[in-house]
């Protein structure tokens, strides 16, 4: 697929003499500089979910907490950790 765009003169003439210094063709120049713009095509699409799929979720990962072993409060503590 091809897509044309008509460009402002002055910015046609910025384009083809960044093309040249970068010894580029402008065509492939031009689709780089868009391309760069979309840094999200390569992205995973966002699923939209529903307020009650979002609370079904929410609870289907509380289902086993109340298993969890309470722990002392010094199990939290910075020199805990090291």
Same mark, same amino acid.
């Given at each position: 697929m091809m897509i044309q765009i008509e460009l402002k003169p002055e910015v046609e003439a910025q384009l083809l003499a960044e093309a040249k210094t970068k010894c580029m063709e402008p065509s492939v120049y031009?689709?780089?500089?868009? @391309? /760069?713009?979309?840094?999200? &095509?390569?992205?995973?699409?966002?699923? /939209? &979910?529903?307020?009650? @799929?979002v609370r079904e979720w929410l609870d289907s990962l509380t289902q086993f907490s109340d298993r969890i072993p309470q722990l002392p409060d010094e199990a939290f503590t910075r020199e805990s950790f090291y």
């Open positions: 031009a689709a780089n500089i868009i @391309e /760069s713009a979309y840094p999200h &095509r390569h992205r995973m699409p966002r699923l /939209s &979910r529903k307020p009650a @799929e």
